[in-house]
């Protein structure tokens, strides 16, 4: 087994009183796409500067590349940041942009330009060279601060919210295009967003950050069918969630005692356990269907969303308890209407903290 | 965010040392020399406290803070006044494209030198300048007022200088505010007088103050203008402390009353500081 | 009703333009007065009074120390307050807010306060009046404008260009040159402008500081003791045309610079 390019080992920051990370250790296989989601004040931009060697941890240890970068400058380390704001340089053109880090390295003059014309090739923006980055737009000054970074090729480029200043449609794109771009440099990319779509969209591997923790790390796919944790599965994606307490336990099922009424399901808990039951909105299931039923419900909105409806409805049995479902767009569910509630037992996550 | 991979504390000491060490040296020392001289004696140089207990025990001295206080208000209200609806003009009825120019042309005069400035007041106001000459010209007057060397002359000359500074700030506050608020306010019916009242006074009440304060601080300190035009008929500050030092050499006594005219500012400044600190905000 | 406002406004507008401008047109015209006195009428025009400025070598020699003191207190000044607005804008520095409020507060004292200050100290270190002693005066009143000007313009943005350029390999002397001081350029350059101004405009601390050498706003006051002559009038509407020179070209530099 080959050792991680990066390995953060129990970081914590404290900014004056205030305690930012709490023992995170985390680690980054080489050519990978890492995105770090979560919520604004989690960290995850916190564990970028440490990464990227702008804010040094207040315990722990950074490595990269089997070196100890702990307290090593960003200069001379092998990580580049993309900032949120681009960070381009407004008095110079955006091949001298581009340049600027093989300048630094004493590159000539004449490679320097044939390699960021190769750079912005890569990024689609060969025709810009010339230009000044006031004259690009917000999509094009993101692709050349990407050029600016890669061009050094770094081990690890490090992305801070890159697509937090654009419009929706434009981000959507973008997220497409760094991730054939990523595809086709290699580089191991580490992003950082709030939006879990994205992350989604992007990540080979995705950390998601809470309250200075890592809640749950892996492939999205798995962190969205089986999050670990309660607050993942409301972060990444929206759940209907059924808190309730263990009654029973015997041969690997446990009968867990919700407001909907008794549910079981596979699992090893002691009876009196606290858990909470996560069901996503296209595994809930309005009329009776499902294996497990929920009891009934009165439909409190409808929300039309182009490819299906979101709907929300109030239970019966208890007002505090809100089901989210997803309907077909065709489903002629409306307001006020009091459907049954129902789902399939194999997919409600079982929660434990 | 701290800078963990800054090389040191030793650089950032070296980039703002020499401007601390200028200001401690060329500032802060020069002020306790001032402090610790206006506690000596102008004669033998022992301690005394007779510097300051002669500013309030000779009315002169004291005439002269109340002078000042009163020139620098009635300066900083008729500025105001005087400064708001031209500012308004500017930014309200001066269609956009000529405002720049307006502007310019109105603050045009600051670049004539300060000394001059005056002086050219004198020219206007003097016995025989272009006012009197026209008002008895036309006939309205027999004998020429006496306009120079007068209160009135010192407050003309300080209200000329500072209508063009107040016209620079007011315009900039009014420009920063959004259009719509105005749009917002008369959607919800005000007409364009209660939208003035409610909304667009209140909102450039910080930056006025602001202006005012300025206008206070650099017309209670100026010697040049009350010098020039007011004379030596009614003595302001600036002008006692100046003649101290001129004609006496009396260095202690002129330390003490600038010392005491300072505190007058500080106070002001502290009055003050709950609007300033608004537009800081 | 509009237009009612709309005159009465033109109207208010035109007096305070009138009342602006009353004195620079009565000191420009009668700087061209032939006879001795600058009051009505006028018997001009004519040149002689700013021939008469123009050889009086009190007045040149001035000139020539006001530029000198303009320049070299304005590089001063300007070159203090860059350096430490970017040492307190990139770090972390105890007591930080009370340190720039210390470099800020000459700001809030008076031009005479300050020089009296200076006065009294250098008459007590034996320091005699001089030139320089006046450009020590005035690098005190506009260091804080040049720090505040620079040190507000130091926003999160430029400290992350900054962060950018040294994470691609930049040692910190070029930072400053390749990065900060081009993209602070037009905050320097206000400064600078400005400091130029007021320290060519400045009397009381110059007065207060100089004895035989001295700037050209204290040979002007001294102009003013023989009373109301033509002469002054000429040298003030030489240096009201200067300046206006000088505010039109930062103004077309700034102009052409605004797009960048």
């Known amino acids: 087994m080959t050792a991680p390019l990066v390995d953060i080992r129990a970081v914590s920051h404290r900014f004056g009183q205030q305690t930012v990370l709490k023992n995170v250790s985390l680690q980054i296989e080489p050519g990978s796409y890492t995105i770090l989601l979560g919520p604004s004040g989690s960290g995850k931009t916190t564990l970028l500067s440490i990464l990227g ?16 970068c702990t307290s090593v400058p960003p200069a001379k380390r092998p990580t580049t940041t993309v900032f949120q704001d681009y960070a381009l340089f407004p008095h110079m053109s955006v091949g001298a942009n581009v340049g600027f880090g093989l300048r630094m390295q004493g590159v000539d003059a004449a490679t320097r330009a044939a390699k960021a014309r190769e750079a912005l090739a890569l990024v689609g923006l060969a025709s810009a060279f010339d230009k000044k980055p006031h004259q690009l737009s917000g999509g094009q000054r993101q692709r050349v601060a990407l050029a600016r970074a890669l061009v050094i090729e770094p081990a690890v480029l490090l992305l801070d919210e890159p697509l937090g200043a654009l419009d929706l449609k434009l981000r959507r794109q973008m997220q497409d295009e760094l991730k054939a771009i990523q595809k086709r440099v290699g580089t191991a990319f580490i992003h950082v967003t709030h939006d879990q779509e994205e992350a989604m969209a992007l990540a080979d591997h995705c950390v998601v950050m809470n309250d200075g923790r890592i809640e749950d790390e892996g492939p999205p796919e798995r962190v969205y069918a089986r999050p670990a944790t309660r607050f993942s599965a409301t972060f990444m994606g929206e759940s209907t969630i059924l808190q309730g307490n263990v009654t029973e336990a015997k041969n690997g099922t446990i009968s867990v005692a919700t407001p909907a009424g008794a549910i079981m399901l596979p699992g090893t808990l002691q009876p009196g356990a606290k858990v909470a039951l996560a069901i996503r909105p296209e595994h809930l299931v309005l009329g009776a269907a499902g294996g497990v039923a929920l009891g009934r419900a009165e439909v409190s909105d409808v929300v039309f969303q182009g490819s299906f409806k979101r709907v929300l409805a109030i239970s ?3 007002p505090a308890l809100h089901f989210i479902a997803k309907a077909p767009a065709s ?16 997919d409600i996550i079982l929660l434990t903290d | 965010m701290n800078s963990a991979a800054n090389s040191g504390r030793a650089l950032p000491w070296a980039l703002v040392t020499p401007a601390l060490g200028w200001t401690l040296l060329f500032f802060v020392l020069p002020f306790l020399a001032m402090g610790f001289s206006s506690l000596t004696a102008h004669e033998g140089g022992s301690f005394t406290l007779a510097n ?11 005439h002269a803070m109340v002078n000042s206080l009163e020139v620098t208000a009635i300066v900083t209200l008729i500025s105001v006044l005087l400064a708001y609806p031209f500012a308004w003009i500017l930014a309200e009825q001066v269609p956009e494209r000529w405002q720049r120019l307006a502007l310019m042309l109105a603050v045009l005069p600051f670049w004539t030198s300060y000394v001059v400035r005056s002086y050219s007041w004198l020219l206007v106001l003097a016995q025989n300048g272009v006012i009197n000459r026209a008002l008895t010209g036309s006939g309205l007057f027999s004998e020429p007022l006496q306009l120079a060397n007068t209160r009135l002359a010192t407050v003309t000359g300080f209200v000329h200088f500072f209508v063009m500074l107040l016209t620079l700030t007011i315009f900039a506050n009014l420009k920063q505010l959004s259009p719509s608020y105005r749009k917002a306010a008369a959607d919800l019916g005000a007409g364009p007088v209660r939208t003035f009242l409610h909304v667009v006074l209140p909102l450039t009440l910080p930056g006025i103050m602001v202006g005012a304060f300025l206008t206070f601080v650099l017309c209670i300190g100026d010697y040049i203008t009350p010098q020039i035009l007011g004379g030596n008929n009614e003595l302001l500050m600036p002008q006692l402390v100046m003649m101290q030092i001129g004609r006496r ?6 330390s003490a009353l600038s010392i005491i005219l300072m505190a007058v500012v500080t106070s002001a400044y502290l009055a003050c500081a709950r609007w300033l600190k608004i537009e800081r905000a | 009703m509009r237009a009612l406002v709309r005159i009465a406004s033109w109207l208010y507008a035109l007096v305070v333009y009138g009342i602006i401008f009353l004195p620079v047109i009565v000191l420009v015209l009668f700087s061209l007065q032939a006879t001795s006195f600058p009051i009505p009428p006028f ?4 040149l002689r009074w700013y021939d008469a400025v123009l050889s009086d070598t009190r007045l040149t020699s001035a000139l020539v120390n006001s530029l000198l003191v303009a320049v070299l207190s304005s590089l001063a000044a300007v070159t203090l307050g860059f350096l430490s607005a970017w040492g307190f804008a990139r770090f972390t520095l105890p007591g930080s807010a009370l340190l720039r409020g210390l470099i800020t507060l000459p700001l809030t004292v008076s031009y005479l306060i300050i020089g009296m200050g200076l006065l009294v100290l250098f008459n007590w270190a034996g320091v005699p009046k001089s030139l320089l002693a006046a450009g ?21 943005h430029q400290i992350n260009i900054e962060r950018a350029a040294r994470d691609l390999g930049a040692p910190e002397w070029k930072v400053l040159l390749l990065i900060t001081v081009p993209v602070m350029a037009p905050a320097i350059f206000a400064g600078f402008f400005l400091s130029m101004t007021f320290s060519w405009d400045e009397f009381v601390i110059s007065f207060l500081l100089t004895r035989f050498d001295t700037t050209l706003p204290v040979e002007i006051w001294n102009l003013l003791r023989s009373g109301l002559n033509p002469k002054t009038n000429a040298i003030g509407s030489l240096v009201f045309a200067v300046s206006i020179v000088l505010v039109v070209l930062f103004e077309l530099t700034l102009l052409r610079r605004k797009p960048a």
């Open chain 1, 53 to 68: 060697g702008f804010v040094s941890p207040s315990q722990g240890m950074v490595f990269i590349r089997g070196e100890d």
């Open chain 1, 316 to 318: 019966a049995k208890d």
């Open chain 1, 331 to 346: 489903a002629t569910v409306q307001t006020g209407d009091t459907v049954a509630v129902s789902c399939n037992a194999d």
């Open chain 2, 52 to 62: 300051y207990s002669q500013f309030f025990a000779n009315p002169a001295y004291w």
């Open chain 2, 249 to 254: 050499g009396d260095f202690p006594l002129a």
């Open chain 3, 43 to 46: 018997t001009g025009p004519s």
């Open chain 3, 136 to 156: 020590i005066g005035h690098v005190v009143i506009n260091l804080p404008l040049c720090f505040a000007i620079i040190y507000s313009q130091m926003g999160d």
